[in-house]
């Protein structure tokens, strides 16, 4: 679908890392007071960031993570899943202050819950390297929250010649923040999920939340699970309905979409096929569980 090979077109994306326990096959989600059991747990590498990156290199484009990690045992438990991810590490950061940083995902079907601890600053020494890197052609900011640590992220993106994406993933203390779209400025693809996009443009119908995004970004896609995907450009607005396929973690469902339709996008795909080729990566990523388990296509 790529070309992953030529000397400018790896992504960079940068964010978070995360150790996510994910617990599927529960019975309801827990409750003040009552306890809960899952018939499975997983443990995973997690964050927008890495998950994103994993399905950058699943759909065959070059997908540097951009991020800090700790040295303490949760962050060690990860390390293989990031050395065996097909992902270039070569901008990850280990610090001590990094760690533990997790996020504990309950499952049910597509509906989700978590509970997440940050840990440290999010910007990495490594990010003035990785965006002067010369393979870099394109930057992913995995979550609004890395854009709101770092306020200068998309300025000096772009004075190193990269174009921007964005998921701004929803964060409780910032999704309402009246100034998110300006502060977005310059972000070439803006990729919320359907309630986030009705948080942020205050509009209920996809259609007129398009019509408000288009006019602050040259791209956008919109992720709506079960009824599928939504994107605009200047001149379009598009619906794709989602694939029948069976749901066992949505977990990363989003990042994978994020991943396929960039790359299309990036590619010069026409909006159908940029927004095609997300539903697919969303499609295979609900099937199995953990947000950044590499398939072969």
Not at 3 to 15: K, N, P, T, W, Y
Request: glycine share 10%.
């Amino acid at each position: 679908m790529t070309s992953g090979h030529d000397e400018r077109s790896a992504v960079l994306c940068v964010g978070r890392i995360y150790c996510d326990l994910i617990f599927t096959g529960l019975s309801r989600m827990p409750v003040l007071g009552r306890e809960v059991f899952a018939d499975d747990l997983a443990i995973a590498a997690g964050g927008g960031a890495f998950i994103s990156a994993a399905h950058f290199v699943d759909v065959g484009r070059h997908a540097a993570l951009v991020g800090r990690l700790g040295r303490d045992a949760m962050s060690m438990a990860i390390d293989p899943q990031l050395r065996d991810s097909g992902i270039d590490l070569s901008f990850v950061e280990r610090a001590d202050d990094a760690g533990p940083q997790l996020t504990v995902a309950s499952v049910i079907g597509s509906e989700r819950a978590f509970l997440t601890r940050r840990a440290g600053a999010a910007e990495p020494s490594t990010l003035d390297a990785a965006l002067a890197w010369p393979r870099a052609r394109h930057l992913h900011i995995a979550e609004y929250a890395t854009l709101a640590e770092m306020p200068d992220l998309v300025t000096r993106a772009k004075g190193a010649g990269l174009s921007v994406s964005l998921d701004p993933s929803w964060d409780d203390a910032l999704i309402g923040d009246p100034s998110l779209l300006e502060n977005c400025r310059g972000v070439d693809v803006f990729l919320p999920n359907l309630e986030e996009a009705r948080a942020i443009t205050g509009e209920r119908d996809p259609t007129a939340m398009l019509d408000v995004l288009k006019a602050r970004f040259h791209c956008v896609g919109i992720k709506a699970g079960e009824g599928g995907g939504y994107a605009a450009s200047a001149d379009r607005v598009l619906h794709h309905p989602a694939e029948a396929v069976p749901v066992v973690d949505t977990t990363g469902a989003g990042d994978a979409f994020n991943a396929g339709f960039v790359d299309g996008w990036l590619s010069g795909a026409d909006l159908p096929t940029a927004l095609a080729a997300a539903i697919s990566a969303g499609s295979r990523a609900v099937q199995v569980a953990g947000g950044a388990v590499r398939r072969k296509v």
